[in-house]
C-alpha cells in the first residue's frame, strides 16, 4: 500500500512512525512546503518527500492519505484527497467546513472517510464506560483538563500555528478531543450551563478558562474546566455515584477505583507495554494514536465500522460553537 502523509509536523511525523510500525512494508511518503521539515523527515524515517500531492502522483500511485496539517487547511486538502480517490484519514478539524460536502463525495466515490478522535481508543476510556455500563446508579463527575498555551508546543510561539487562531483555539480542541469520550461513555449532553472569561495575560482573542455544566440525556451529570492557563499539565478526572467512585489522572496507569467493600483503593492496569515518548506529558499514549491506525486499515481492508465520523464530530462541534457563544 502506498501512503502520503500530508503535513510532517509533529502530528505528521507520529503518524509515519506508527504507520511503520504497523506494517514496514508499507510505502510511505511525505507533504510539505517546508524544506526543513521535509529534510528532517526523509532523515528520520527513510521516506521520500515532495511539495504537494500532484508532484507525487506523477510519478507513483498512492492508495490513502493521512491530513496532519493545521485543522483550519483540511476542508479543501480532504476533498482533494478524495477528488483524487484516496481513502483519507484526517486530524482533528474543529470547524465543520464543508463536512456534508465531503462526506457525500466519499461515499460516492466509495473511500473511507476516518476522522481521528484518540480517546475513544484509549484503554481507560473503555474500562470507564464498561464500568459506567456496569453501574446501576445515577453518577456525577468533575473533570479538570489545562495545560499553560505557550507549554504546548516549547519549540514554536503558540501565536503561530493554529491554536492561536480563534476558530481553532485552545479551549476549542480540548473540548473536540474531550467531549467525544464523555459522550460516549455518558450519552448526549442535553444541557450546558457556561461561565468563561480570558483570565491571562496571554495575546490571544478568545477566551482561555471555561466552567460547564453538563446534563446528560440519561440523567449522568458533569463539571467541566477548561483552560490554557493552568501552569501545570492537568487531566483531573473525578466519577461519583451510590455503587462507583473513580479518579483518573489522565496517564496510562492513572485510574484508580475505590472497592466499596473492602474500604480501599485499588489501581488498575490495562496496558501490557505503554508506548509513550520524551518529549511529551505522560497524558500522551502512543498506543492509542496506534489503534486509530488499526482501525482505519480495518475500515479499508476489512469494511469495519469505525468508532467515530463526521457525522458524530458535527454534533460535538455545534455543541462546542454553542459553549462558546
Not at 156 to 169: A, L, P, T
Not at 197 to 204: E, N, P, V
Amino acid at each position: 500500500m502506498n501512503i502520503v502523509v500530508i503535513g510532517l509536523g509533529s502530528m505528521g511525523k507520529r503518524r509515519i512512525r506508527l504507520i511503520q510500525k504497523y506494517n514496514d512494508q508499507y510505502k510511505i511518503f511525505g507533504i510539505d512546503f517546508s524544506e526543513e521539515r521535509r529534510k528532517a523527515s526523509e532523515e528520520e524515517y527513510g521516506i521520500e518527500t515532495y511539495t504537494n500531492v500532484d508532484e507525487l502522483l506523477l510519478k507513483t500511485p498512492v492508495d490513502c492519505a493521512f491530513i496532519c496539517t493545521s485543522p483550519l487547511s483540511h476542508s479543501g486538502i480532504i476533498s482533494s484527497c478524495l477528488e483524487k480517490n484516496l481513502h483519507v484519514f484526517t486530524e482533528l478539524n474543529l470547524v465543520t467546513d464543508e463536512y456534508d460536502e465531503n462526506t457525500l463525495l466519499a461515499l460516492e466515490n466509495n473511500k473511507i472517510l476516518f476522522l481521528s478522535s484518540t480517546f475513544l481508543y484509549r484503554q481507560e476510556v473503555k474500562r470507564i464506560k464498561q464500568l459506567v455500563t456496569e453501574s446501576d446508579c445515577l453518577l456525577n463527575y468533575t473533570y479538570h483538563i489545562g495545560q499553560y498555551l505557550p507549554d504546548w508546543h516549547p519549540w514554536e510561539n503558540y501565536k503561530d500555528y493554529f491554536v492561536g487562531d480563534k476558530r481553532s483555539n485552545g479551549c476549542r480542541e480540548i473540548f473536540a478531543i474531550e467531549l467525544p469520550w464523555l459522550t460516549d461513555v455518558f450519552g448526549a449532553i442535553s444541557k450546558v450551563n457556561v461561565m468563561k472569561s480570558k483570565i491571562s495575560s496571554l495575546d490571544i482573542d478568545y477566551n482561555d478558562n471555561y466552567m460547564v455544566m453538563v446534563d446528560h440525556v440519561n440523567g449522568h451529570k458533569g463539571m467541566l474546566a477548561v483552560d490554557v492557563v493552568s501552569r501545570k499539565a492537568v487531566r483531573n478526572f473525578e466519577l461519583f455515584g451510590e455503587e462507583l467512585f473513580l479518579q483518573w489522572d489522565g496517564s496510562a496507569e492513572g485510574i484508580r477505583v475505590y472497592d466499596i467493600e473492602r474500604k480501599e483503593e485499588k489501581r488498575i492496569q490495562l496496558y501490557e507495554t505503554v508506548d509513550q515518548l520524551e518529549q511529551y506529558s505522560k497524558f500522551v499514549v502512543e498506543n492509542a494514536y496506534f489503534e486509530e491506525i488499526v482501525s482505519f486499515f480495518a475500515a479499508i481492508e476489512k469494511g469495519e465500522e469505525p468508532l467515530y465520523n463526521f457525522s458524530k464530530d458535527k454534533v460535538i462541534l455545534n455543541l462546542i460553537d454553542e459553549i462558546e457563544a
